[in-house]
T-cell receptor
Framework: GEDVEQSLFLSVREGDSSVINCTYT??????LYWYKQEPGAGLQLLTY?????DMKQDQRLTVLLNKKDKHLSLRIADTQTGDSAIYFC???????????FGQGTTLQVKP | DTEVTQTPKHLVMGMTNKKSLKCEQH?????MYWYKQKAKKPPELMFV???????INESVPSRFSPECPNSSLLNLHLHALQPEDSALYLC?????????????FGSGTRLTVV
């Protein structure tokens, strides 16, 4: 079955880069997603990547995909205190609309 | 309008009460979802509606009853809940169930069952 794994916690200093990692199991996944959840809020879609891409960049966010190793990463450049949140990676189960989420990585940004 | 609106934001209910959670979107999306999220855990899918028809029920107990009255509205009717049902209930929508562009989530209803 599908499974998505992430490390649970990452602490960085303001201005540094953050790298959040994720591994997934479903080799048929065509799209992979990164969501951000701030305390007490819903989930905000940050970015997504199609499985035939290796990299996608969107302003301070860079997504890297290693399809062979089923490894996805999200790099946040010049991390700010407002980036403190839980970050979820997710894969979509083909043709069902169902998203499988990882456990979430709590990003703590120290001033 | 690019939002999913959920009401109420907070709900406290007793185990014998009947209440409903509401979700609304006006983006023309034809797939809508209910997710349950416990503290410090990822969201877990409960139901998927596609073109107003229930397409996925993830073996959710019958004390949760979804309803999709039209393409813009999604309800979750609650009856005889247990304290362990206390959680954040998230509604989401997407263009359709095979859309690749991810969901738009609402901000959730925080439910406490006493």
């Amino acid at each position: 079955g599908e499974d998505v794994e992430q490390s649970l916690f990452l602490s960085v200093r303001e201005g540094d880069s953050s790298v959040i990692n994720c591994t997934y199991t479903d080799s048929s996944s065509t799209y992979l997603y990164w969501y951000k959840q701030e305390p007490g809020a819903g989930l905000q879609l940050l970015t997504y990547i199609f499985s035939n891409m290796d990299m996608k960049q969107d302003q301070r966010l860079t997504v890297l995909l290693n399809k062979k190793d089923k490894h996805l990463s999200l790099r946040i450049a010049d991390t700010q205190t407002g980036d403190s949140a839980i970050y979820f990676c997710a894969e979509r189960v083909s043709n069902t609309g169902k998203l499988i989420f990882g456990q979430g990585t709590t990003l703590q940004v120290k001033p | 309008d690019t939002e999913v609106t959920q009401t109420p934001k907070h709900l406290v209910m007793g185990m014998t009460n009947k209440k409903s959670l509401k979700c609304e979107q006006h983006m023309g999306h034809r797939a809508m979802y209910w997710y349950k999220q416990k503290a410090k855990k990822p969201p877990e899918l409960m139901f998927v509606y596609s073109y107003e028809k229930l397409s996925i029920n993830e073996s959710v107990p019958s004390r949760f009853s979804p309803e999709c009255p039209n393409s813009s509205l999604l309800n979750l009717h609650l009856h005889a809940l247990q304290p362990e049902d206390s959680a954040l209930y998230l509604c989401a929508s997407s263009q359709d169930a095979s859309s690749n562009y991810g969901y738009t989530f609402g901000s959730g209803t925080r439910l406490t069952v006493v």
